[in-house]
């Protein structure tokens, strides 16, 4: 499986896959979203974070303007006011009273859906390739991936559920009838699920000291092993970097087996598990790091600078 996931940031790049914005009832990562609207062709509110769009729109007194595509969920934490605002400007707003879901589900189960309807429909030529087609080849279906815009600094419990969702729908991803995969963008990352198998990982434009060399002689052997030592960082031209250096791989669904390259600490047939050995705070060494597992892990990438929440 191939990831890029710096192309949803990158000027002047069509993408192999357009992609929808998720917005949840969370703080918005400002600058993220001003990078990644450019490009969506979709905008969906999960209930609440009609108001979160709202209040940041009218901020930039682009509340009449910029609207998003639809406000879906059960409806119970959008204000009044905002629902009649947008109502009065043609805004679809869906309510589904499935209350043994999360507005968050809902969002994700009504873009898989559409998603048809949505590449067809969509007028942002932009962001879709003529043909774009998943990678099973040409005769597929059109993909639309996701992009949740939701912070993890919050309660515990919510963030642990978002994390959760991206696991429960990501399993349901790489099929030919799949729309497409999950991201999940929150103050200062951008993570999501790595299936079984190879997984190769572009990581151009990557802030990384001037030395890059790999260490692969000091594989981690505990967490402490992967300490943060930063050195002669390049802190020019902030504005060519997407990603910062740091990583982590996390067994967020049970134990698994690891080998990387491409990183500071390299690791072979690594066993990590919550409550042993997980590899945080390790460190991007090249422009494209490869990671095999033999179970789904959580990858999470920390973005650069100028797309980190204020």
């Known amino acids: 499986m191939e990831w890029d996931p710096t192309q949803f940031f990158r000027e002047g790049v069509r993408l192999s896959v357009p992609f929808a914005l998720l917005v949840l009832n969370q703080p918005i990562n400002e600058r ?50 905002v629902r009649k605002h947008y109502d009065s400007l043609g805004v679809e707003i869906i309510h589904d009273p499935d209350q043994y ?21 969509t007028t942002h030529t932009g962001a879709l390739l003529s043909g774009s087609t998943s990678k099973t080849g040409p005769q597929s279906s059109p993909r639309l991936d996701v992009l949740i ?22 399993r349901h991803t790489g ?15 951008i993570s999501f699920v790595l299936r079984k198998g190879r997984n190769v990982i572009q990581t151009p434009a990557t ?3 001037l030395s890059s060399s790999s260490d692969s002689a000091h594989a981690p052997t505990s967490n402490d092993n992967l300490s943060n030592t ?26 698994a087996v690891i080998s990387t390259t491409g990183l500071e600490w390299d690791v072979s047939d690594w066993k990590t598990e919550m409550g042993g050995q997980i590899s945080t705070s390790n460190h991007i060494r090249a ?15 920390e973005l650069a600078e100028r797309f980190k929440a204020r």
């Open 32 to 81: 993220a979203f001003a990078a990644l609207k450019k490009h969506a062709c979709f905008t969906v509110c999960a209930d609440g974070g009609a108001n979160r769009y709202y209040d940041l729109m009218k901020s930039q007194d682009k509340e009449t303007s910029d609207l998003p595509s639809a406000i879906l969920g059960d409806l119970d934490s959008i204000l009044p006011s």
């Open 101 to 121: 879901s999360t507005d968050f589900t809902k969002c994700l189960k009504y873009l898989r859906a559409n998603s048809a309807t949505i590449l067809q429909s």
């Open 149 to 170: 815009l939701g912070g993890l600094g919050g309660r515990v419990d919510q963030a642990f559920s978002q994390i959760h969702h991206l696991y429960t729908m990501s």
């Open 175 to 189: 099929n030919d009838d799949s729309p497409g995969e999950l991201y999940l963008i929150s103050e200062e990352s």
């Open 207 to 209: 802030r990384r000291p």
């Open 230 to 255: 930063k050195s002669n960082i390049n802190n020019d031209t902030d504005d060519l970097y997407y990603l910062e250096e740091n990583i982590g791989i996390l067994p967020a669904s049970g134990p």
């Open 287 to 301: 422009d494209v790091v490869t990671v095999e597992t033999n179970e789904q892990v959580l990858f999470t990438a």
